[in-house]
């Protein structure tokens, strides 16, 4: 275990489907970040998130939405996806100011069929 | 733009040593490098940090050149639970903006074989 735990660890679901992606941590950081790593590319920033405020978003498609109730949670909220959306989508937390190094969790690996 | 370059893949033996190389050399003054590694389907873990001196902990050691255009991560004794994307990072701390992102790039797969 990290300090930051991701569920579900695996997650199939179709195209008219929507579900949500939980990411926690109680390491006491402030910052929160959605990763998505598809098969065989770099992990790409999805969005950024500075106590609970949204400081980034990377052109994500809009059926992805994202939502930080407090410092310590994370959702990605998902509907409407396509295949290519399949990939492993990893959580980070940091402390906010500057960079004291970045905790991963293990990730989800979400399916869309 | 790539900020640092990294052979895509390199093989190590058990229990010898693993150098893995990185070039930066437009690294800023005040820019630290940053090593992950991500072993397969998890993810990224983070294993040292350093700006100009070299550094040490239980888990790797870090050389940087002089100049600072290129560093060296080095794992003394490599085991088997060592093969992974090992990535090299450059970043300012307490930078705020946009400079406090982490963003990968390919890394290097790092292989070591019995």
């Known amino acids: 275990e990290t300090g930051v735990t991701q ?26 970040y959605w990763y998505k790593q598809s098969a065989k590319k770099p992990l790409e920033l999805m969005f950024v998130y500075n106590f609970k405020e949204q400081t980034e ?16 949670h994370l959702f990605l909220h998902l509907h409407t996806l396509q ?3 399949s990939a492993l989508y990893l959580c980070a937390s940091s402390q906010e100011t500057g960079y004291y ?7 989800t690996r979400l399916t869309v069929v | ?17 693993a150098n893995l ?6 690294i800023s003054g005040n820019e630290y490098v940053y090593w992950y590694r991500q072993i397969h389907s998890q993810g990224p873990q983070y294993i040292i ?12 050691s870090l050389i940087i050149t002089e100049d600072r255009k290129s560093s060296t991560l080095i794992l003394p004794h490599a085991t088997l639970r060592d093969t992974a994307v ?19 790039g390919k890394g290097t797969l790092l292989t070591v074989n019995p």
């Open chain 2, 1 to 17: 733009d790539a900020k640092t370059t990294q052979p895509p893949s390199m093989d190590c033996a058990e229990g010898r040593a």
């Open chain 2, 86 to 104: 090992y990535y090299c990072i450059v970043l300012a701390e307490n930078s705020g903006g946009s400079n406090y992102k982490l963003t990968f």
């Open chain 1, 101 to 107: 190094g970045y905790t991963f969790g293990s990730g």
């Open chain 1, 57 to 72: 978003n990377n052109s994500v498609p809009s059926r992805f939405s994202p939502e930080c109730p407090n410092s310590s």
């Open chain 1, 7 to 32: 569920t579900p660890r695996h997650l199939v679901m179709g195209m008219t489907n929507k579900k949500s992606l939980k990411c926690e941590q109680h390491l006491g950081h402030n910052a929160m």
């Open chain 2, 49 to 60: 940090h350093g700006l100009k001196n070299n550094e040490t902990n239980e888990m790797a």
């Open chain 2, 21 to 26: 190389p990185c070039n930066h050399s437009t």
């Open chain 1, 83 to 85: 295949p290519e959306d």
